[in-house]
């Protein structure tokens, strides 16, 4: 290691070696001895007796020892490495004078490691000149996460110097951090810069941390509270501060960002004239906002209509923006708005009523009504162009409202267009070709920090294999230009891999050698238990492969992967799998054990070449090319099939929820247990079949799909019980692998329509919308089942499991897109079981209005069982009015679609 280090002793303290030929320890030597050490509180006191050219020797000195920790020298013990990173910081700080030599060393990634670093290496700088301290400050400021971590620092500086820093986000969330305790208010008026990083602090896109916090505004730390009690104090500029905080709010963003403004606003309690002032503001949120803050702004601008400043023009301009919202308790309270501002000034129809028109177009009928009748009331103080222009918009208006539309324009309203009904499906996807991996080490490195160590799993392929192929051929360059593109990352310790999910940065740290021999051994042969879950099963598999690769990478037995994909969708050309194979033999080398079974789960066995490779593959005479050609033979390798043990009478049993009652059988398949991996076992029907809670962190959910992608039926099962808890539960993303599932090949059983099932169920709507495209894709490619997918969900709505709103969310957004007559496919699969079923199911009056909509769009007719009866009832709830308008519909359907008993 250099520098006379005799060793580490147990408590992680070096010896100190000799510094000259009389034994006696110079400064220097005693400076390096604590850095070594990790002594980090040692070091201002061991600088303040050393001159410059002590220093620079010193600074020497530092530079070779930060080079050893960067490069991994001081890995062990794990702790040691952080201790001489802080001790570092601090030294080298008082042996720089350049102030832009001082900015690059405090602000190195490799080096700050805690917060009581800042404080020490501004005592170890000394006394600076005041123009000095203030560059170097706003040099630190200027990088955010530097000005974040080194707030104590930079406002040493600060103080020290006498001058001010411009604000930037980083200062000031190192700022807000700092200052937010019992003693804020008082803290907050002592500083002169706080007029100046409050309002940074107001217009910043990523509110900082704590403005986000909730508290209540009795706390001493309640960030509004305090700002209010300043701009009283006029400490703060009141108009300065409503003015940032209504712009923050215009400019919107995730709620959690605008909670504060918009709490500001509310404490500070604005008054009519100050309120008028900002109106295009207030029209603006009203229209974009979030709908908390949306409806803020809306209530403000109905205090300023109530109170006749609000122009007419302007609550036009509101009500076309308010009206494109899709939640309807802002959408009627703004046509109450309207109808109380025409009853007062009927003068103004010409003005609003082409703005009500856009509510023609809501999802909603009832909404669409409520607006018709509105201009009802309103019409004959229009003009013939403005009468013209709202029954040119009635054209938007839902069929069921055709008659009244007729009633109230006459002739003026166009007939409706007779063009017949076209399906609009998303165009069938082509496969694509997954670019070659990085050919060169420059251009890997700038891969891998340009995309983060990316865990998309084309992306991950890709790296991972130019990674191998390029570390067989140079592996010292690699793993230099590893060292360099990442200095210093979490993965790099030694204890990372015990408690993360692996990626390739389980390579990366195999091909530094930073790898535990025990516990790369481990994670090669792991296999998968009878208590494992599916998700655990299919995540083993690709760590199996990963650690492999860790500890074969950079060396002769693996010059490149056989398992990297083809095509965009994970899958492996039949041929091209028989050419790595044919280029292994050539080679001499053996193929790696999990990268040849993940090969074989990837290749395409119902591809036309598959039997020309299955020939090609036998001819080559080695166990992994007859191994290919059986693999290739078989019609199913792997299989899975599902089923549902009946469900419990209470919730408190362990058979009520569905993702109790979900059983993935997997076929036996005694050639895989034998030949593959311990990590593939269960793929052989080793894992043990029965429902299971799952208490695991799921993640790498977008890989899995990557897996199985010739055999998506399989991928689906197991899939399913993940699914489950985004259903019932309040779990999300776990759809992510549908949109790759449809993409898949395979055929397509249950296991496949039962994830759009429960996808199309999901509590969150984008895994809903998810279940969307797949569900799309699927019928673009002629594979969807439209009547099995309806006669799943209504079982699944029936017993509670899938909750009708979201389903006719997903419904609607599918339809949306052009696709009503599939969509209609599957809800008239899908109603007959649950209008006659014996107990009503609630909220299924929304289901109903997707599905009139859907057939009044695609022309649909025929019968739906149970559907006459609950039309025929009396009353005006949802249910009855939409199931009057679906039946209306159907005996309306034209010739466009054959007539269909259901």
Same mark, same amino acid.
């Given at each position: ?117 800042? *404080? ?30 080194? !707030? ?10 006498? !001058? ?131 409806? !803020? ?14 122009? &007419? ?122 670019? *070659? ?240 991996? *311990? ?15 799952? !208490? ?163 022309? &649909? ?6 559907? &006459? ?34």
């Amino acid at each position: 290691m250099g520098d006379g280090v005799t060793g580490v002793d147990e408590a992680g303290v070096t010896g100190v070696g000799v510094g000259d030929e009389s034994g006696v320890e110079s400064g220097v030597d005693k400076l390096l001895a604590a850095v070594r050490a990790g002594v980090t509180a040692d070091v201002p006191a061991l600088l303040e007796p050393l001159d410059a050219a002590e220093r620079k020797a010193a600074l020497a000195r530092l530079k070779v020892l930060r080079a050893e920790v960067r490069a991994g020298q001081w890995a062990s013990p794990p702790y040691l490495a952080n201790r001489i990173r802080s001790a570092l910081y601090v030294a080298g700080a008082g042996c720089l004078n350049g102030v832009a030599e001082t900015a690059s060393w405090l602000g190195a990634r490799d080096l700050l490691m805690w917060d009581t670093d800042g *404080p020490m290496a501004l005592a170890a700088l000394g006394e600076r000149d005041p123009e000095w301290a203030a560059d170097l400050a706003g040099r630190l400021a200027k990088r955010q996460a530097v000005a974040e971590n080194s !707030y104590p620092l930079l406002h040493g500086l600060v103080v020290r110097s006498g !001058y001010t820093v411009a604000p930037t986000d980083g200062y000031v969330n190192g700022w807000v951090w700092h200052i937010t305790d019992d003693r804020l208010l008082e803290r907050l008026r002592e500083d002169p810069q706080t007029p100046a990083l409050v309002a940074h602090a107001l217009a910043m896109a990523e509110a900082p941390e704590r403005f986000t916090r909730t508290l209540r505004p009795g706390s001493l730390r309640h960030w509004p509270t305090a700002l209010r009690t300043l701009v009283a104090e006029g400490v703060l500029d009141r108009a300065q501060v409503l003015d940032l905080c209504v712009s923050r709010l215009l400019r919107g963003g995730p709620i959690r960002n605008l909670r504060f403004p918009l709490e500001m606003v509310r404490l500070l309690e604005p008054d009519t004239d100050e309120l008028g002032k900002r109106i295009p503001d207030w029209v603006g949120i009203a229209a974009d906002a979030p709908s908390l803050v949306a409806g !803020y702004a809306q209530d403000v601008l109905t205090e300023l209509a109530s109170a006749g400043t609000l122009p &007419a023009g302007a609550l036009a301009e509101m009500t076309a923006g308010v009206l494109f919202r899709t939640e309807k308790k802002l959408v009627r309270a703004q046509l109450a708005l309207v109808g109380k501002v025409l009853a007062r000034e009927p003068g103004a129809a010409g003005e609003l009523l082409p703005a009500v028109t856009e509510a023609f177009g809501n999802e909603d009928t009832s909404v669409q009504e409520r607006a018709l009748k509105l201009v009802g009331r309103h019409l004959t103080a229009v003009g013939p162009e403005v009468r013209d222009e709202l029954a040119e918009a009635a054209g938007l208006l839902s069929p069921m409202h055709r008659q009244a539309a007729e009633a109230l324009f006459g002739s003026a309203l166009e007939e409706p267009a007779g063009a017949p009904y076209e399906e609009i499906l998303p165009p069938v996807p082509e496969r694509l070709l997954v670019a *070659p991996p990085a050919s060169t080490v420059e251009a890997l490195m700038a891969e891998l920090v340009a995309k983060g160590l990316s865990e998309e799993p084309v992306a991950l392929e890709r790296a991972l294999d130019g990674l191998v192929r390029l570390a067989h051929r140079d592996r010292a360059t690699v793993v230099e230009a590893v060292r360099e593109a990442f200095p210093r990352t979490g993965w790099q310790e030694t204890h990372y891999f015990t408690h993360h999910t692996q990626g390739i940065e389980v390579v990366l740290a195999g091909l530094l050698g930073l790898l535990d021999r025990a516990r790369v051994d481990l994670g090669r042969t792991k296999g998968n238990g009878s208590d494992s879950c599916f998700h655990q099963a299919l995540s083993g598999v690709l760590d199996a492969r990963l650690w492999e690769a860790s500890d074969l990478v950079g060396t002769g037995a693996l010059p490149f992967l056989l398992a990297t994909p083809t095509w965009h969708t994970g899958a492996i050309d039949p041929l091209v799998l028989v050419a790595r194979l044919r280029e292994y033999r050539d080679a001499g080398a053996e193929p790696a054990p999990a990268d040849l079974a993940q090969a074989l789960l990837r290749v395409l066995r119902d591809d036309p070449s598959a039997g020309r490779a299955a020939e090609e593959a036998a001819a080559l005479g080695t166990p992994a090319g007859r191994r290919l050609a059986v693999w290739l033979r078989e019609e199913d390798a792997v299989a899975a099939s599902v089923r549902f043990l009946v469900r419990g009478e209470e919730r408190s049993t362990m058979q009520w929820w569905l993702f109790d009652r979900i059983v993935v059988d997997v076929a036996d398949r005694p050639a895989v247990r034998e030949e593959f991996p *311990p990590a593939f076992h269960w793929l052989g029907g080793a894992l043990e079949a029965t429902p299971r809670r799952c !208490y695991h962190w799921v993640d790498g959910r977008a890989q899995w799909a990557a897996v199985l992608p010739a055999d998506r039926e399989v991928l689906a099962a197991c899939l399913l019980p993940t699914l489950a808890y985004c259903v019932e539960g309040d779990s999300r993303g776990a759809t992510e692998p549908l949109t790759a599932l449809a993409e898949a090949e395979g055929p397509v059983g249950r296991a496949v329509l039962l994830t759009l099932a429960f996808g199309l169920g999901c509590a969150d709507a984008d895994d809903r919308l998810r279940a969307v495209d797949a569900l799309l894709v699927l019928a673009s490619r002629g594979e969807l089942d439209a009547r099995q997918v309806g006669g799943e969900l209504a079982w699944l709505v029936a017993e509670g499991s899938v909750k009708p709103n979201r389903l006719a969310d997903a419904a609607r957004t599918a339809a949306l897109t052009g696709a009503y007559g599939t969509v209609w496919a599957v809800l008239s699969a899908m109603l007959p079981d649950l209008l006659t079923a014996a107990k009503p199911v609630r909220g299924l009056g929304e289901v109903l209005a997707v599905a009139a909509d859907c057939v009044e769009r695609c022309g &649909a007719g025929g019968d739906v069982a149970g559907l &006459a009866p609950l039309a025929a009832k009396r009353g005006s709830t949802q249910l009855v009015v939409q199931a009057g308008r679906l039946l209306n519909a159907l005996r309306q359907g034209t010739d466009r679609s054959p007539t269909e008993t259901v």
